[in-house]
């Protein structure tokens, strides 16, 4: 199983990112779909998850700004980020849970600033 993400890059306080990530190889069923980042000297820290029934949830501190949906047919997840604010700059990890196993992509560097 693979997961590629794409869609960071560098965008100013107040704008808009959109994450894509896309799973391939022998996925049977994603029972779960989510993200995490990770900011220089700090933690990796979950940032929003769904659910096979598409079920969302997300950190206290993205809420209201950042969106999550996933299309389990296509095995592909996205996170539509607004309002992103400096204190956001990390690398994103996609990641996918099938039954025990966890696969995660390479990461995809987000920066915020002006």
């Known amino acids: 199983v693979q997961l590629q993400a794409s869609g960071g890059g560098l965008v100013q306080p107040g704008g808009y990112l959109r994450l894509s990530c896309a799973a391939s190889?022998?996925?049977?069923?994603?029972?779960?779909m989510g993200w995490y980042r990770q900011a220089p000297g700090n933690q990796r820290e979950q940032v929003a998850s769904?659910?096979?029934?598409?079920?969302?949830n997300y950190a206290d501190f993205v809420k209201g700004r950042f969106t999550i949906s996933g299309d389990s047919a296509k095995n592909t997840e996205f996170l539509h980020m607004s309002s992103l604010k400096p204190e956001d700059t990390a690398v994103y990890y996609c990641y996918i849970r099938v039954r025990v196993n966890t696969y995660w992509g390479q990461g995809t560097q987000v920066t915020v600033s002006s």
């Open positions: 190889g022998s996925i049977f069923s994603i029972d779960e």
């Open positions: 769904i659910t096979r029934a598409g079920i969302p």
